[in-house]
């Protein structure tokens, strides 16, 4: 018997397989546009704060870890190369690939959350935590205790969003090994790549304006 996978039916609504495909990756992209305007909102709240207490946010920039921030970085940009090495094997129809690659982007996603655990955790030490244990010092501490409210706020969510894309990740890895898809049928793929992407994508944006501020001038 013949362990190739099955191709799926389109549901009764759509004509084709093809047009299914198609919706499906018009879907995820409409739902990554909200999700744009969602962090949008949050930095334009970054922005204002910014242009407002430009040395408080300079001062709390200087406080940030940026080996971590950095190590982080390096780790997401290498699971976005791996996901997307995941969805060329399987437009290939290649199982065993696709299924350790989902795999290395998983535990790739789990290394980073790791890390900023371990990063939250430093911040909680050092009383940098706004409504819990914040204290300091400095005579910027009210634009300091904003931007780590902003900081907690975007990563926090970023976070969650990268729990989200670790979870679909491991589910398309559990059925790819089953079988699930083929160079026919990779849709699944396809739409958690998309929005790994995004994910990706997001910290690329975030980390500049969190960990590099305040060290690029004298």
């Not at 190369?81 to 969805?87: D, I, R, S, Y």
């Not at 910027?140 to 902003?150: G, N, P, R, S, V």
Request: net charge neutral; proline share 4%; charged share 15%.
């Amino acid at each position: 018997m013949s362990d190739a996978p099955v191709i799926p039916q389109p549901e009764p609504q759509y004509a084709t397989a093809e047009q299914q495909a198609d919706t499906a990756s018009f879907g995820m992209w409409v739902f990554l546009a909200t999700e744009i305007l969602f962090f949008g909102g949050m930095l334009l709240a970054y922005t204002w704060l910014r242009a407002t207490y430009p040395e408080g946010v300079a001062e709390a920039g200087r406080h940030t870890r940026i080996v971590i921030g950095s190590v982080n970085t390096l780790v997401l940009l290498t699971s976005s190369f791996t996901m997307g090495w995941a969805v060329h094997a399987a437009e290939h129809g290649r199982r065993k690939a696709l299924t350790r690659l989902l795999a290395v982007t998983a535990l790739l996603g789990l290394l980073f959350l790791g890390l900023k655990g371990y990063e939250y955790h430093k911040e909680w030490t050092e009383h940098l935590v706004p409504g819990l244990n914040f204290h300091e010092d400095s005579v910027h501490a009210q634009a300091i205790e904003l931007f780590y409210f902003l900081y907690f706020l975007l990563t926090g969510i970023h976070g969650i969003h990268v729990t989200i894309g670790i979870g679909l990740i491991g589910v398309m890895a559990m059925r790819a090994r089953r079988g699930a898809f083929s160079s026919r049928y990779y849709t699944p793929v396809e739409v958690t790549g998309l929005y790994w992407h995004f994910v990706d994508i997001v910290w690329i944006f975030l980390y500049p304006l969190i960990y590099l501020v305040g060290r690029s001038g004298p």
